[in-house]
Structures are given as C-alpha cells and as structure tokens.
C-alpha cells in the first residue's frame, strides 16, 4: 500500500468512507473537493474516526494550476477519483455540465498525475455503464450501453482510461463499477447526505421514517419481478470503502473493471419491510407510475473482484439499514441543518 493517496471527491458520500478505512490503515490521506455536492463537516467526522489527520484541499478539479499545486506540495503516490456530478435525473437536464465536470476534470487529473509521474488509479465508475442488462447477474464482459448523460460521462472516462493504460504501459488502473451503495459508517456520524429531495431509493425511505417526508412513492409494482417491484444489488458503502482498499493495492499494469457488488437482489418492498423491522417505524407508500429509465433487476456479478481483489461484501441488507438509520436518526438534516433547509426552500 502506497503511503499517501489523494482522494478526489473525499468530502462525498462513498469517498469520505473510503477516506475512514485509509486513515485507520495509516495512510496520509489529501483529499480534494470543492463541496459542491458535500460539507466541511464531513472532513471533520473522518478526522475523528479515522484516527488521523486528512489534508483537506477546497479547490475544484476544472482548476487545473490549483489542482497541479496539490501534486507539487505533496509526494503523492496513488489516485482515488470520485469526484463528479452523479444525478441521473439533473444529467439529463444539464447534459453539458455533466460532461463538462466528469470529463474536464478527469482529463485535468489525468494530465496532473503524469506530469508528476503518478500512475495508480482508482476510478469510480457504475453500474449505470451497463444500462438495461441483457444478462443476469452481470460479468463485466457484458455489453455496455448507458441510457443518459450521465452514464455516458462514467462509460467516456472509462474509454479515457483504457487508452491511456494502452498507450503508456506506466498506469495502473481500476474501474470500479458500483452497484446500489447505502448504509453508513456504523458510529452514525458520517453517511449520506443528499441536499434537497433524495433521488435514491433507501435516502428517501430514510426521511420517511424519520419524518421529514410523508410517504414513499414505489415506482411501479408491475415489473418483471418476484414482487412486481425494482430489484437491485445494494451495497453497504464501508464494503464499498474495502474494495478501494483491495482495488489500490493490487493495481497492475494495466486497465481493469470490476463490479463491486454482493451478487443478491433485494426488491423494493423488501427495503420497505426491512426499514419497518429495523426502525419500528410504519412506512406510507403508494405506487405509482415506474419512473422513466428505471430497469427491472440490476444484479451483480461479483466473482472477478471477489478473486483478482480477494474481497468480498459480505454486510447484510439489515446491517446496511441499521447503519443508514443511525446516521439518519442521529442527523435528521444531515450535515448541515441552514443548508438543508435552504436547498429545500429552492426546491
Ligand atoms: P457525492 O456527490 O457524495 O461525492 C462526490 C464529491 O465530488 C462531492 O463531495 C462533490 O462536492 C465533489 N465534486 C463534484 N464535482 C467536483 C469538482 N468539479 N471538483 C471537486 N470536487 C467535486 O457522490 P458519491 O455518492 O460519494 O459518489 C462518488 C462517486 O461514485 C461519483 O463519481 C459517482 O458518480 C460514483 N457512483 C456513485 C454511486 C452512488 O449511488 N452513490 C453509484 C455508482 C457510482
Ligand atoms: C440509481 C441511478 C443509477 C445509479 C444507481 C446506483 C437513477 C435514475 N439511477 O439507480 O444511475 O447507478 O442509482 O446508485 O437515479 N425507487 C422507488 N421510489 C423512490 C426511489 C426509487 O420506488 O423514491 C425504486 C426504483 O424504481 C428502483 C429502486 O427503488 O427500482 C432503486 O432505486 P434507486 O435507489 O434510485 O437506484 P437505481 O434505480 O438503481
């Protein structure tokens, strides 16, 4: 393992755990965010429990000399990339910012690492590259076909990244491909933080049971599925913090993908019930139309990671929800109350 690794990104959801599980290995962990989708507090939830220090740089990755500055002023020696704009929904709305930010900024930290002769890296790619899947639980050799904006942006990167790794045999790269991520750190002081109303499925349940929202609208209960509602891959996000672990310390020459997932499909309703029993709070939910876009199962197949990385996520569906509602019960607005309240009022 490399001793200091710069997190892009690291102030989010899924880097600021990553973040945890580098700082209680003793890594020096820089992390590079410009908040735009995240607060300060969550810098200072790592630095208290990941035991150390983190380098918390505010600059944004389309700041390309600020960027550069960050490899000058620290012997940096491996990359994790999370930075992004990520909302399926806004992606297709403001197409070109989302292009703009995920590629801009990954060709700027691309550009950086090679001028300072840094060639390990972590990518943060998704499910989402696989668009509606033809095959059940899905290899990473399936065909990729992302259906918005910003699947696009993870599907280009991961074509920048490839070429790169072809081109000059000094890189080392892994492109993770994310399944359904939930849960939090199990203190219940650092977890997902989603400013105005939550996109995702187990955010949303959250709020409802913490109050702050009255009912869950389930998208669609006519699906090609046991229940008739979605299926997905969920994820807890500490295993997901692992795999970054396993993924930077078996880099090899290269570019590979691997799907960071359980390999268990969990539906709507079973999220639904499992809030119920971990919460003891009843979940209003009416069913309405499917949401445009949505699949029916998205499910992974997690062999190659589970041998080439040697990692497995084994935390249950039940330990995911128990995790999200600490952080959720501890934290009904997140972070940040004033900028909770404010981002809803816009909304
Ligand atoms: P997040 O929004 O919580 O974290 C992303 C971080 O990047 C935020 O802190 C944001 O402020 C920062 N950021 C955005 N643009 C930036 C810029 N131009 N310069 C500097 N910082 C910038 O998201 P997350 O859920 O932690 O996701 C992390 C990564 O994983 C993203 O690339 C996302 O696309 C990918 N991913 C997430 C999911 C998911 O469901 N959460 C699933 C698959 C893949
Ligand atoms: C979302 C993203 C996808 C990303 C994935 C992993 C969208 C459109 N897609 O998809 O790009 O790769 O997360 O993080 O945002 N559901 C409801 N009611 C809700 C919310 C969701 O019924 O209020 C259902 C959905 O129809 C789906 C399941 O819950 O069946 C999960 O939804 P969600 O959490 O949004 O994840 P994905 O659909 O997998």
Not at 181 to 199: F, K, Q, T, W
Not at 229 to 247: C, E, K, N, Q
Not at 318 to 337: A, E, I, K, V, Y
Request: proline share 5%.
């Amino acid at each position: 393992m490399s001793e200091t690794i710069l997190v892009t990104g690291g102030a989010g959801y899924i880097g600021s755990h990553t973040a945890v599980a580098l700082a209680e290995r003793d890594v020096q962990v820089v992390i590079v965010d410009n908040l735009a989708n995240s607060s300060a507090k969550a810098i200072e939830a790592i630095d208290r429990l990941g035991g150390r220090r983190v380098i918390f740089h505010e600059i944004d990755l389309l700041d390309a000399d600020a960027l550069g500055d960050v490899f000058q002023a620290h012997p940096i020696d491996a990359v994790i990339h999370f930075a992004g704009l990520k909302a399926v929904g806004e992606s297709v709305e403001k197409p070109l910012d989302y292009y703009r930010t995920n590629l801009l900024s990954t060709m700027n930290l691309l550009d950086q690492m090679a001028a300072n002769d840094v060639w390990d890296l972590v990518f943060s790619s998704s499910a989402t590259v696989y668009g509606d899947p033809k095959i059940l639980p899905i290899p990473e050799t399936a065909p990729l076909g992302p259906t918005n904006p910003y699947g696009r942006t993870k599907h280009m990167i991961e074509d920048i990244c490839r070429d790169a790794a072809a081109a000059d045999r000094r890189w080392r790269i892994s492109l993770l491909r994310y399944f359904n991520p939930v849960g939090a750190h199990p203190s219940g002081e650092l977890g997902e933080d989603p400013r105005g109303i939550p996109n995702n499925l187990v955010p949303f349940v959250m709020q409802v049971a913490v109050g702050r929202r009255e009912r869950l609208s389930v998208f669609g209960d006519d699906w090609e599925t046991d229940d008739g509602t979605g299926v997905r891959d969920y994820i807890h996000v500490l295993d997901l913090a692992s795999g970054h672990v396993s993924a930077l310390d078996r880099l090899e020459p290269g570019c590979d993908e691997f799907n960071l997932g359980t390999g268990t499909g969990v539906s709507v309703f079973d999220i639904v019930k499992t809030v119920e029993n971990v919460t003891g709070v009843s979940i209003p939910y009416e069913v309405v139309d499917r949401r445009p876009g949505d699949i029916a199962t998205s499910l992974a197949d997690p062999s190659k990671a589970n041998e080439k990385l040697e990692w497995r996520a084994d935390r249950s569906v039940d330990t995911m929800l128990t995790d999200s509602w600490r952080w959720q019960s501890n934290h009904p607005n997140g972070f940040n109350d004033e900028q909770h309240l404010t981002a809803e009022a816009e909304g």
